[in-house]
Antibody, heavy 123, light 107 residues
Framework: QVQLQESGPGLVKPSGTLSLTCAVS?????????WSWVRQPPGKGLEWIGEIYHSGSTNYNPSLKSRVTISVDKSKNQFSLRLSSVTAADTALYYC????????????????WGQGTMVTVSS | DIQMTQSPSTLSASVGDRVTITCRASQSIVSWLAWYQQKPGKAPKLLIYKASSLESGVPSRFSGSGSGTEFTLTISSLQPDDFATYYCQQYNSYGWTFGQGTKVEIK
C-alpha cells in the first residue's frame, strides 16, 4: 500500500528557508491524486499548507501563498515543500498527505499521511 | 477563509457512551466536510468524508451528518480505542481549513 515519508532538516534559522521532501512508496505519484503538506504546531491544531498534482499544478493556502513553493519530481516519485522567510511561528510538525479519491471522484480530504517531521525555527 | 468551529473543546465520557461532536462553518460548505481522529504522536486518520460517507475500514459506530454550516460526528458506543482528538475539515473552498479539535477523554 502507499506510504509517505517526510525528510529534511529539523532546525532552520529565522529568516531562512524550510525545505522538506515527501517520498511516495508503494504507488505512483502520477496516480491521479493530489499531494498535500499539512502542519501542526506543538499542542495545536492542523493547518493545510498547499497541494500539487503530478502535472505540476498547485494550490496554496492564501495565508502562506507568498512564502510557499511546492514542487514535484516524478522521476523520484516525490514532492517537496519550500517555505521562505521562516519565523518561530513556523515551528511545527510537518506532514505530507495524499488527497483522497473514491468512486472516480477526488476530494480535498486526506486518506494517507506520513509520520510527520518536526521542524524547529531557532537561531 | 472559512472558519471551522468545533464544540466542545474537551469531552469526558465513559466506555459505551454515545458521543456527539459538533462542527460549524462560517459559511456554507455544502457537504464538503471530513472528520479525522488523531492519537498522540500519530498522524490524523480519515474517518468520514463528504459529511456522512464512512471511509473504508472505519467501524460503523462512527457516523457523520449535516450540510450547509452545521455538522456532527457521532460515536454510537464509545470504545477504549476511541479516546483521541477529533478534527473536522472543510474542502469547499481553498485553503482547506480544520476545526480546532475536540479531545475525547476518559471520564
Amino acid at each position: 500500500q502507499v506510504q509517505l515519508q517526510e525528510s529534511g532538516p529539523g532546525l532552520v534559522k529565522p529568516s531562512g528557508t524550510l525545505s522538506l521532501t515527501c517520498a511516495v512508496s508503494g504507488g505512483s505519484i502520477s496516480s491521479g491524486n493530489w499531494w498535500s503538506w499539512v502542519r501542526q504546531p506543538p499542542g495545536k491544531g492542523l493547518e493545510w499548507i498547499g497541494e500539487i498534482y503530478h502535472s505540476g499544478s498547485t494550490n496554496y493556502n492564501p495565508s502562506l501563498k507568498s512564502r510557499v513553493t511546492i514542487s514535484v519530481d516524478k522521476s523520484k516519485n516525490q514532492f517537496s515543500l519550500r517555505l521562505s522567510s521562516v519565523t518561530a511561528a513556523d515551528t511545527a510538525l510537518y506532514y505530507c498527505a495524499r488527497g483522497f479519491c473514491s468512486g472516480g471522484a477526488c476530494y480535498g480530504a486526506f486518506d494517507i499521511w506520513g509520520q510527520g517531521t518536526m521542524v524547529t525555527v531557532s537561531s | 477563509d472559512i472558519q471551522m468551529t468545533q464544540s466542545p473543546s474537551t469531552l469526558s465520557a465513559s466506555v459505551g457512551d454515545r458521543v456527539t461532536i459538533t462542527c460549524r462553518a462560517s459559511q456554507s460548505i455544502v457537504s464538503w466536510l471530513a472528520w479525522y481522529q488523531q492519537k498522540p504522536g500519530k498522524a490524523p486518520k480519515l474517518l468520514i468524508y463528504k459529511a456522512s460517507s464512512l471511509e473504508s475500514g472505519v467501524p460503523s459506530r462512527f457516523s457523520g451528518s449535516g450540510s450547509g454550516t452545521e455538522f456532527t460526528l457521532t460515536i454510537s458506543s464509545l470504545q477504549p480505542d476511541d479516546f483521541a482528538t477529533y478534527y473536522c475539515q472543510q474542502y469547499n473552498s481553498y485553503g482547506w481549513t480544520f476545526g480546532q479539535g475536540t479531545k475525547v477523554e476518559i471520564k
